[in-house]
């Protein structure tokens, strides 16, 4: 029978604070907890197994064999099994080959081995229908986190560390030290496995742990983990507050498509750096659905094109392209793009649906008396029927098109009025036309022809008519 001692009430008071302060938990919760076998997931596992009555919590056990260690890893899923069994607590124990996986991604083994386990914990959740995914990170790994992202140059929100809660992902250890987790597995006779992996300075983090903390502590301050514990929590009130500043202008600043974030320069460029950096940030969160990958020289490299001339751009990570066009910034998938062409013969008096397009063409004649033009607007024109020489096609633009926009004497290239008219480069092959020949009447949703226009001299009328389908 377990007697609770002082360490013991301790590390749970922690525990129950952190999840009543974060609203990790809720009462009649199904959790997946990730379990390696080591002292931090025992730990985490023993406890919330100690309040699931309490809180009417039901409990799933995820292991992920990473291959790297062999017989030893064998042994530590043959642990976590035998444990749950004894606990009453459904398990699932799987075998990945993470080191293949690697060699096949170019990923580090620790970005790796994450990568698998997470996906796994989801399949899991998904697979039992639970509420939440719990695992062991505590406040020294914060503390480890904040020292190696800023020993990479991170910005502001990654010294904040890692967070109690994060959409499916929960913390319950957070806010409890090693030392306490290490004397509970202790004082409960838990027996935790040991990795030997994380007594070797073969990582970044391990060196950090073993090698770094340890001499700051010695040298500089002793109480380096409270004192990072303090920055991470002020950083992340000045982030939050940031984060509530960015939204409110990129809600502004920004139209939000599936595959491509328009920005209003004139909306950004007043901007104070700060602000720009986030909303460029918030931007490829928007598009990718993660920042993983990006970092301040991806967003530094965004920020350089405003005020560069159009066409200027760069590659960046996750096939994401950023340019300027005219007075926009623009971040889109870079994808290759079908050229849709589109070409239709005008009917008179029949309503045509253009399914790819999502549009009803609707020509009709019309006599001068049936016609006010009082209340003109973009999807509907009236032009005199007699000047038409051709065949009207709508269609999208051809070599050699001609327009010669109302109000203008002369003609010109549609190309030239498509840039006289700041209409993006990669939205002029699906603008659509209404052609008489070569000759274009109405580049659509914009200006007729001066040729077509009606004058006192018209007698019959052709009022074209192009809205979107019902629906979209």
């Known amino acids: 029978m377990v007697q609770w001692g002082v360490v013991m009430n301790s590390l749970l008071d922690i525990v129950k604070n952190t999840i009543s302060k974060h609203k990790l938990i809720s009462y009649g919760a199904s959790l997946v907890i990730g379990v390696s076998g080591g002292a931090d997931s025992l730990c985490l596992l023993h406890v919330i197994k100690s309040i699931r009555n309490e809180w009417g919590l039901k409990l799933y056990a995820v292991h992920l064999n990473h291959m790297f260690r062999g017989a030893e890893a064998e042994e530590d899923a043959l642990f976590v099994r035998q444990i749950c069994k004894e606990w009453d607590i459904p398990a699932f124990i799987e075998t990945f080959d993470v080191p293949a996986y690697i060699k096949q991604t170019g990923l580090s083994p620790e970005e790796a081995g994450r990568e698998i386990r997470y996906r ?18 505590n406040l020294n790994d914060n503390v480890e986190t904040v020292l190696m992202r800023f020993l990479r140059g991170t910005g502001i929100e990654g010294l904040k560390g890692i967070e109690a809660a994060r959409d499916n992902i929960i913390r319950p250890l957070l806010e409890v030290e090693r030392s306490k987790i290490e004397d509970y597995c202790n004082q409960n006779q838990l027996l935790p496995r040991i990795d030997k992996t994380n007594l070797q300075t073969i990582y970044s983090r391990n060196k950090i742990r073993l090698e770094l903390i340890p001499y700051i502590k010695q040298n500089f301050n002793p109480s380096i983990e409270n004192a990072m514990t303090r920055l991470s929590s002020i950083v992340k009130d000045e982030n939050d507050y940031l984060e509530t500043q960015a939204e409110h202008y990129f809600s502004k600043a920004a139209a939000i498509g599936s595959e491509k974030i328009s920005y209003n320069i004139n909306d950004i460029e007043n901007c104070h750096t700060a602000i720009k950096r986030r909303i460029i940030r918030l931007g490829i969160l928007r598009l990718t659905g993660s920042l993983r990958g990006y970092d301040s020289k991806n967003i530094e490299l965004v920020l350089d094109l405003i005020g560069k001339k159009t066409g200027s751009a760069i590659e960046l990570p996750k096939n994401i392209k950023a340019y300027i066009s005219y007075n926009q910034l623009i971040l889109t998938k870079n994808v290759e793009k079908v050229n849709k062409k589109c070409y239709y013969n005008l009917i008179y008096d029949f309503c045509t649906a253009l399914s790819d397009y999502g549009y009803n063409v609707l020509v009709q004649k019309k006599q001068l008396g049936e016609v006010s033009f009082d209340n003109r607007e973009l999807h509907t024109i009236y032009i005199d029927e007699a000047k038409i020489k051709n065949q009207l096609i709508l269609r999208t633009r051809q070599q050699g098109d001609i327009f010669s926009p109302i109000g203008m004497s002369g003609s010109k290239k549609l190309k030239d009025y498509f840039i006289d008219e700041k209409i993006p480069k990669d939205m002029r092959d699906q603008m659509l036309v209404v052609a008489d ?8 949703g914009k200006r007729i022809s001066e040729k077509y226009k009606i004058t006192s001299n018209t007698k019959d009328i052709l009022m074209i008519s192009i809205t979107k389908s019902p629906g979209l």
Do not use: M, P, T
């Open 120 to 137: 796994l914990f989801e399949e899991v959740r998904q697979k039992v229908g639970a509420d939440k995914i719990a695992v062991a990170q």
């Open 437 to 444: 020949g070569s000759d274009i009447v109405w580049v659509v």
